[in-house]
Every structure is written in structure tokens, then in C-alpha cells.
């Protein structure tokens, strides 16, 4: 028992940090983009539309979604919550919060399950205490436990990538054809979850070209291995996300839009994601000693044990090879990446500890250098991560404007927007059939395209420092009363730096100016309707 305990306190806090604020905004929907596309394609599946008619993603990942609301349905039926299945339909219909709930929960048990995956992989490759310290820097590493909050396809991905370079390193070592068909038909699962996973491929296929198996070292043996993983690989794709080709013309032309998309960029343009993904995704989402020793950890491990550096490489350089080609940046799609840095950072770490112990002669010293090492490490993205969790726990601001304006007007109202769509409120439907009775649209410059509405919800933002209000919105602000502002965050604050091309309120530093998430509201409420509040 003792000699799991290490690991075992290793999950546990991986466990909090990733299911910490895991319902954070709901019943609120636009709180992290790309969700909502998740639960609507979800919720349709589980109405038993299995063709998601969306092909930005693979399906895998809502397919799991829908299959995990069935437990929930049955617990309900059996508790009293639902009337049968056309109630429960209705109920998620009405308000998706446990379809957003499971696919968070889904993307963060991924995200625990790579930890225990990963120290699996280093203690086959380096022994017991760079395993531990591989799995303590994952644990802790701040992009990896942000997005595991999040119910979308990136952590699961990232989950399966690694359960299939889990047996690709087995193979490496047994030969064995069931190690390599488990190796296929896994990396066929995370390319069914996210499309550029498919690159796991290439250490399976140097694994198969460099066999020490004298059996395997033929020619006819190595294409025979390359083609056995690639047929099971395409055939486990296929299964997981059929419509892909069943609905082959709109699959091909996402990928089109898709490869276009990661090209020209998102919104504002910060450049090449070669440059973006190390200055600022992996700088900020790892903190800047993980991801040094995660690079040197890779150029060590190249120079002092080559086969295993090259299998270990391949996957990590290819990928961001190609992510990082185009001017599409968001910070999750280094997100595959992490878990390699993190492993070739405990190589690093634990070599470093060696060499200091043999320089001072004193190996009893060794555990203690070594942890202590790590630890410092690991520190900056620990501290990143607990005041991630922390302010993703309270409410988002958001939620508390949805609700003044729920408890000030009960009997509806309309309301105009400036901004983003993100920064819109969101109000529950009636039912099923019925809209919400709070009216919602966007301020026009022109008075006559809009009604003058009830009230005006105006953000401001540290993500969004230049935005222009609508001269439409100014005239109508400065007429109504600013009944209710509610600050999230210090607009005079500096060295927030966040994910500049996904609109999500919390940064990847500069925590010290932000109170909760989401933007700065402040509601103005027209003159007749304010003197009766």
C-alpha cells in the first residue's frame, strides 16, 4: 500500500484541481466557446439522430456524451425525476445544464485517466521516479487542468494520443501484434475525437520500421505491421464516426474549411503559431520552468538515448509542426503536446538530480535533490491552476446580471447588447416550444432598426480593452439609468495576457486584477422603468 501511495496523492490532486468549479456558469451557455456546438449535436444523438451534420469535429467525443446521459436518464427515472424519455428530452431541451455538466465531466475524467496513462508510459521508459514526477508535473500543469473544465473534444483527445503511445512503447519493446492492433485501434479513437491526433501514427509506424524483433525486421514484416496499424486505425475511425464517410462530400469540405480556417486565422492575427504556441500558450500554460525543462528534457533525452528519444519526439515535433503552421492560435490546440513536455521535463529533472548527487558524492541526497527540483519546477503552474480554480468557482459575472435582471423584471423584458456574443446574458426558454420572456438583440446604429428597448447591457473587458460601443448604444446610455454594474475584473490592471482568439473571461496569467469570470456589466435601465425599480 505504501509504494502506491505516492501516485495514489498524485491523482487525488489531480482529481480536485479538474473537477473544482466544474459546473462553473451554469445554467449559463456561452460561458466557454464551442460547448454549446457540443450539447446541441449531443442532445440531438441521444433523440436517436446519430448523424451529427457537423464535421468541423470528428463525433466520438458526442457520441460518449449522449451514451453518458443514460445513467443519468435511468437514475432519474428511477428517483422520479422524469416521466419517461420524452420528458427527459424536454427537460434538456429546456435547460442542456446536465448535458454540459456530463461532457465536463467526461473531459475531465480524460484529463485524470492521462495522468495515471502517462506515468504508465514514463515508468516503462525511465523506471518509478521520473514516472512520478512525469505524472505530478501533468497533474499540476495549468493548460491541461484549465481545459479539462471544459466539455469539448481536446482533453479526451489528448487522453486517447496517449493510451495509444502507451502500447506503442510496448510494442517497441514485446513485437507483439495485440500491442500494436490495441496502439491502431486506440490512435483511430483520438483522431475520431480530434481530427490532427491521427499523428500518433508516425511513432507507431517508426516503432513497426524499427523492431529489434530479428522476426520482424524483414521488409515484408515491416510494410505487413505498417499496413496491419493503418487498417485497424482507419477501420476504428470509421466505426466512431461513420458519417465521416457516409456523408463523405461534407466531410471533405469541412476539412477543406478547416485547413483554410488554421491558415488565415481567428480574429485578431498574433502571428505564426509557431511562435504563438511557445511565447505564449505553452510559456503561460506550463510556466516557464516546466516548459524548459520539457525542451531540454527532449534534447537530452535525443543525445543520451536516441531510440527512445526519437519515439518519443516524433509525435510532439510532427504535431507542432503542423498546428503551428498557420495564424489560428487558440491555446488548446497545443494541448497534445503538454503531456510529452511533461515527461521529457521529468527526464530532465531527474537527470539534473543525479548529476548534482554525483558531484557532491552524497547519494542519499538523491530523493531529496530530485523532489526538490521537481518541485520548483512545477511550482509556477501549481500557482497558476489554484487561482484558476479558485475564481472559476465564483459566480461568473454573467450569471449574477442574468439573474438582477430576473429578480427586477419577473414578467420579461427586452434588452439590447453591445458587444460580443459571449458577453450576452442567457435566460432559460419557457419550455420546450417557448422562448424565454426576456427579448434579446444586438444595439443598431441605426434607431430606426430597433425598438428602444427596456434596458442595456453594456461589458467592458481587459480581453477586449479596445471595443467600440455603438454610437446608437452611447445616445441610449447616456438617457437611461445605470441601474447595476457588476466588475469582474480591474480594467486598470496589468499583465493579463489570455487566450486572444477564444473568447473565454479568464486569463492564462496576470490573475491579480480579476475578481470573477466574465467581463465588466453594467446595466442601464430606461428612465420610466428605473424610477419604479
Known amino acids: 500500500m505504501r509504494k502506491h501511495a505516492p501516485l495514489a496523492a498524485v491523482l487525488v490532486a489531480a482529481a480536485v484541481v479538474r473537477y473544482w468549479a466544474i459546473a462553473f456558469c451554469l445554467p449559463g451557455q456561452l460561458c466557454r466557446p464551442d460547448e454549446e456546438a457540443v450539447v446541441n449535436i449531443a442532445t440531438r444523438m441521444f433523440g436517436r439522430d446519430l448523424n451529427p451534420r457537423f464535421f468541423d469535429w470528428p463525433a466520438l467525443f458526442m457520441y460518449e456524451t449522449a451514451a453518458a446521459l443514460v445513467p443519468f436518464f435511468k437514475t432519474g427515472l428511477y428517483l422520479g425525476w422524469f416521466r419517461g424519455e420524452y420528458h427527459f428530452f424536454q427537460t434538456i431541451v429546456t435547460d442542456a445544464s446536465p448535458v454540459f455538466l456530463t461532457a465536463r465531466l467526461l473531459s475531465a475524467t480524460a484529463g485524470l485517466a492521462s495522468v495515471w496513462v502517462l506515468f504508465r508510459v514514463a515508468r516503462r521508459l525511465f523506471g518509478d521516479r521520473t514516472a512520478l514526477i512525469a505524472s505530478l508535473f501533468l497533474a499540476l500543469a495549468f493548460l491541461h487542468v484549465r481545459d479539462s473544465h471544459f466539455g469539448v473534444t481536446d482533453v479526451t483527445a489528448t487522453c486517447l494520443v496517449l493510451v495509444s503511445f502507451l502500447f506503442i512503447v510496448r510494442f517497441s519493446e514485446s513485437s507483439s501484434r495485440r500491442d500494436l492492433v490495441v496502439a491502431a485501434a486506440t490512435a483511430g479513437l ?6 490532427n491526433a491521427v499523428i500518433v501514427a508516425l511513432p507507431a509506424l517508426w516503432a513497426v520500421f524499427r523492431s529489434t524483433d530479428p522476426s520482424r525486421r524483414t521488409l515484408s514484416a515491416r510494410v ?7 487498417a485497424v486505425m482507419l477501420l476504428a475511425f470509421a466505426l466512431t464516426s461513420p458519417y465521416s464517410i457516409l456523408e463523405y462530400e461534407q466531410f471533405i469540405a469541412a476539412l477543406r474549411a478547416i485547413s483554410a480556417h488554421l491558415a488565415t486565422g481567428h480574429g485578431v492575427v498574433l502571428g505564426r503559431g509557431w511562435v504563438v504556441h511557445l511565447t505564449s500558450s505553452l510559456r503561460y500554460g506550463l510556466g516557464l520552468p516546466l516548459l524548459v525543462a520539457g525542451l531540454t528534457g527532449l534534447l537530452l533525452l535525443l543525445w543520451k538515448r536516441p531510440r527512445e528519444g526519437l519515439m518519443v519526439s516524433l509525435f510532439p515535433v510532427a504535431y507542432y509542426a503542423a498546428i ?10 497545443i494541448l497534445p503536446v503538454v503531456p510529452f513536455l511533461c515527461l521529457t521535463a521529468a527526464f530532465a529533472v531527474v537527470t539534473a538530480g543525479r548529476s548534482v548527487v554525483s558531484w557532491s558524492s552524497r547519494p542519499t541526497l538523491a530523493p531529496m535533490t530530485t523532489w526538490g527540483l521537481a518541485l520548483l519546477v512545477v511550482a509556477p503552474s501549481a500557482w497558476s491552476v489554484v487561482q484558476f480554480d479558485r475564481l472559476l468557482a465564483r ?26 456574443r459571449s458577453t450576452n446574458l442567457f435566460f432559460l426558454p419557457e419550455g420546450p416550444d417557448a422562448p424565454s420572456r426576456y427579448r434579446t438583440t444586438t444595439v443598431a446604429d441605426d ?11 453594456v461589458p467592458r473587458s481587459l480581453f477586449d480593452p479596445g471595443a467600440v460601443m455603438p454610437a446608437r448604444a452611447t445616445a441610449l446610455a ?3 439609468t445605470p441601474l447595476y454594474v457588476v466588475d469582474a475584473q480591474d480594467l486598470s ?9 477564444d473568447e473565454f473571461y479568464l486569463p492564462l496569467t496576470g490573475f491579480a486584477g480579476i475578481q470573477r469570470p466574465g467581463p465588466n456589466l453594467t446595466i442601464y435601465v430606461r428612465p420610466d422603468l428605473a424610477s419604479r425599480q
Open 395 to 420: 459566480t461568473d459575472s454573467r450569471v449574477l446580471a442574468a439573474r438582477w435582471v430576473e429578480l427586477r423584471f419577473p414578467s420579461g423584458a427586452s434588452i439590447a447588447e453591445v458587444g460580443r
Open 447 to 457: 434607431p430606426a432598426e430597433v425598438e428602444e428597448p427596456d434596458m442595456i447591457v
Open 324 to 333: 503551428g503552421s498557420g495564424y489560428t492560435v487558440f491555446a488548446r490546440y
Open 478 to 480: 447616456s438617457r437611461y
Open 493 to 501: 490592471a496589468k499583465g493579463a495576457v489570455y487566450d486572444w482568439q
Open 224 to 230: 505487413g505491421g505498417s499496413a496491419l496499424f493503418t
Open 190 to 195: 483520438a483522431a475520431s475525437t480530434k481530427y
